[in-house]
């Protein structure tokens, strides 16, 4: 009995932490900087994320094609962050900054 509470009590846990550790696309978008050149409606210095999105509609690669430019520095400047997380901003800017 007291090994499946352990076990239950460390499940638990773990479900907490990834909840806790999974940052939204609007949260990181904002620790990232993201906002000092990019709106979800307007162009600033880049372009609104609603125009992002409406040029690549429909593209099947674009998540992967952003993701790539934000961690290379190619076409963007260089974004740190881990593989999940640049994954996760270019789907933000893929779903228009929502």
Known sequence: MKSLLIAVAAAGSLMVTGAAAAATGA???????????????????????????????GNADAQAKIATMLKEGKGHP????SDDEIKALAGYALAGGK
């Open 78 to 81: 260089k974004v740190a962050g």
């Open 27 to 57: 949260e990181l978008a904002a620790s990232k900087g993201c906002g000092t050149c990019h709106a979800a409606e307007v162009k600033k210095v880049g372009p609104a994320f609603k125009d992002v999105a409406a040029k690549y509609k």
